[in-house]
């Protein structure tokens, strides 16, 4: 239980994560961002974090390998969330619910998809646990390869974009601010409990 429990912390601890080297942050944001029982680990603080921690030099890599590594690794993550949908989306939707897999997150994400449309692919990114969902679901309803591909890339770009530079600037120009990182992890828990509040209320309504 132990070894569990420590497990789980390596996993869902940022700050571990991030001093655990580019590599491993590249993997954890590839399995959030396609692996539908990987919705749990850390998403947009995990990559805001990642800019702090370069721009303070504590991760060696230029700003450029960060990005361009984060990126694609986002990217792939979603192509393969896509692909899981399209193939095997009929058995994932009978999927009876695990601690990894619950139907509610399905079907708020069908919710969001159906009132964004493709543009859910770009909005979705900014969002948790809805953001591991929608690829697989443009796959179940057989979004043409072209339209993902196309919103797959402008999602990704935005999303890495926005938090890696800005946490890298944060961390350039305050670089104080890394002795506060559990008070950006409590803000962006916040915002993420609030969303997911937010989206079970109006699915029970």
Not at 9 to 29: A, K, M, N, W
Request: proline share 3%.
């Amino acid at each position: 239980m132990d070894e569990i429990n420590l497990l789980w912390h390596q996993l869902t601890d940022s700050e571990t994560i991030i001093r655990s080297g580019l590599f491993v942050i590249t993997c954890i944001v590839f399995a959030e961002n396609g692996l539908f029982f990987a919705f749990f680990l850390p998403g947009d603080y995990l990559l805001f974090l990642t800019g702090v921690f370069g721009g303070t030099g504590v991760l060696k890599e230029p700003l450029s390998t960060i990005l361009i590594s984060i990126f694609l690794a986002a990217v792939l993550g979603s192509m393969l969330g896509y692909l899981v949908g399209r193939f095997f989306g009929n058995s994932l939707q009978r999927r009876p619910d695990s601690f990894f897999f619950k139907k509610k997150h399905l079907d708020s994400t069908r919710e969001f998809f159906e009132k964004y449309g493709f543009m859910a692919l770009v909005i979705s990114r900014f969002l948790p646990v809805v953001r591991t969902f929608t690829p697989i679901l443009a796959g179940i309803s057989h979004m043409t390869w072209y339209s993902y591909i196309l919103l797959n890339l402008i999602g990704g770009a935005l999303w890495v974009g926005i938090l890696v530079a800005g946490g890298y600037y944060m961390g350039q120009y305050f670089p104080w601010i890394i002795n506060y990182v559990q008070y950006i992890i409590l803000f962006f828990l916040g915002i993420t409990t609030y969303t997911l509040i937010k989206g079970y209320l109006k699915l029970r309504k």
